[in-house]
């Protein structure tokens, strides 16, 4: 296995992988640079155990993140989207929990810890809990401009 700076890919990688992709891996002499097809061969080669993810799984977790920007952006403080993030936190801790020896962390949990009132959104920026909504909404614009959070004006009166 050999690791690169990503951000200054070596000549000797760029000509294996010349658009850069990575991971790549080498199968019976021909270079693989794409994740999929990578996927696929090691399932074909090696079925078990398989790491192709089983339908009734395919979607947990998908819901957090949108979950998490709701709860985020809402100043209703019994609106349900703190309990609909909690559920899906506690779905995607359960799943874990069932499927991956030695789970101990559990995010529903953690939030209660650094929330104990679970009033208000907290997240952890630069090794600090940030407790307010607007604060954290500022920092993740600021941080990942692109898909904005902030609701533009003229769909502001949409709640």
Not at 31 to 52: A, F, T
Not at 132 to 148: A, M, Q, R
Request: glycine fraction near 6%; charge should be negative; avoid cysteine.
């Amino acid at each position: 296995m050999h690791l690169i700076n990503v951000s200054d890919k070596p000549q000797w990688f760029l000509e294996i992988s010349p658009e850069g992709k990575v991971p790549v891996v080498k199968f019976d002499d021909k270079w693989v640079p794409d994740s999929d097809v990578i996927v696929g061969i090691l399932e074909e080669k090696y079925p078990e155990p398989s790491l192709v993810t089983p339908p009734e799984f395919a979607s947990l977790g998908s819901k957090i993140f949108g979950a998490f920007v709701k709860f985020v952006k809402s100043k209703e403080p019994n609106d349900g989207s703190e309990q609909a993030l909690l559920d899906e936190l506690k779905a995607l801790d359960d799943h874990l929990k069932g499927h991956v020896s030695d789970y101990k962390f559990e995010a529903a949990k953690l939030f209660l810890e650094i929330s104990p009132e679970g009033k208000v959104p907290v997240v952890k920026f630069d090794d600090k809990w940030v407790p307010d909504s607007d604060v954290i909404v500022g920092i993740l614009e600021e941080k990942y401009p692109e898909p904005s959070l902030v609701t533009p004006p003229e769909f502001a009166s949409l709640g």
